[in-house]
């Protein structure tokens, strides 16, 4: 690690000896988040793009399938996460202004609403083996014929693919926050330096962008004919 | 050397139109549109997802050279989609018929 580290005031600012600028470094550092969340879009893109091809195929069990889905939690996990992203941007906005108290407080709100959403996707899940809706032998949906079943379990196997995977990424992201909160309280951050906050920042509302569209995708694909 | 803060109002606006826009997918799902449920559902999805990014995420602010990579992304994106789709559909009637699930011979 290559770091000249020179105080200023009583701050710690960081610039690495490749930058011209604090403002170089800055870009430099989302150029490279950016890159990163590419290819993040193409990985979460090969399974909405399997989504796309078995619910053109299926359209009608999916839509069948997808009303054992429980929609209220899916609401309110949607709107916690929302609210989580809102609490990191935040986050950001205090850590530019250089309040590291705030910074703190809104990095600590974001955790707990990331649990909240894991906590309440686990009640789900428990719910799914509960009614036999998770892929494998004791897979079942009442008064559905046996080759229908075996599409619905498609759905559930992207169901629980996709939103396995988004979890998997929530996890990460919180443990990366925790992380973040540490340095925070170390003081490792100041108006001319804290892109660590401001990359964590991106990977959060990416993580967020996702479930934006794993909710009507996966809840509520037919809801509009659930009472025929 | 000065980088762009956007002020709380903003990021207040962005997060209600959020949750408006959330309430309103939730609602016109329960209507019977036919295929353009999908269509609405998927439009708002992409609104919101627009303003995360171009404002909690800064790409408003940023460098071209960022937008450059997201838009490479997005493009890359739609290859994968797009072509991927294109072969399916192109078999005409009946392509569900190659599709593997289990069960189906």
């Known amino acids: 690690m290559a770091e000249t580290t020179t105080v200023t005031g009583e701050h710690l600012e960081v610039l690495a000896h490749q930058f011209d600028d604090p403002k170089q470094q800055r870009q430099a550092g989302a150029l490279g988040m950016w890159v990163f969340l590419s290819t993040e879009i193409l990985f979460f893109g090969g399974l909405f793009t399997a989504y796309t091809v078995y619910r053109l195929a299926y359209h009608d069990v999916f839509a069948f399938a997808s009303n054992e889905l429980d929609v209220r939690l899916g609401f309110v996990n949607t709107l916690v996460l929302i609210c989580s992203s809102f609490t990191m941007a935040t986050a950001v906005y205090n850590a530019q202004k250089g309040n590291r108290k705030w910074l703190i407080v809104f990095m600590c709100a974001t955790v707990m609403l990331g649990l909240v959403f894991l906590g309440i996707k686990a009640v789900e899940y428990a719910q799914k083996f509960e009614h036999h809706l998770v892929p494998g032998s004791h897979f079942s949906i009442e008064g559905m014929d046996p080759d229908k079943v075996q599409k619905a379990q498609l759905f559930f196997s992207l169901y629980f693919a996709m939103t396995g995977l988004h979890a998997l990424h929530m996890i990460v992201g919180a443990g990366m926050m925790i992380v973040l909160i540490l340095m925070a309280w170390r003081d490792r951050f100041s108006p001319e330096y804290h892109t660590p906050v401001e990359l964590g920042g991106l990977y959060w509302h990416f993580v967020d962008i996702i479930w934006i569209f794993l909710f009507p995708l996966l809840y509520l694909l037919g809801r509009s004919t659930a009472g025929h | ?105």
């Open chain 2, 1 to 105: 050397m000065s980088e762009k803060i956007v002020s709380m109002k903003t990021y207040g606006i962005i997060f209600i139109t959020l949750v408006v826009l959330t309430i309103v997918t939730y609602r016109v799902a329960l209507i019977d549109l036919g295929v353009f449920n999908a269509v609405v559902a998927l439009t708002i999805a992409a609104i919101k997802a627009t303003l995360v990014a171009l404002f909690f995420m800064h790409v408003r602010w940023s460098p071209r050279l960022t937008r450059l990579v997201i838009a490479g992304s997005l493009f890359w994106l739609l290859i994968l989609l797009g072509l991927t789709l294109a072969d399916y559909i192109a078999r005409g009637p009946g392509w569900t018929h190659g599709l593997r699930y289990p069960g189906n011979p």
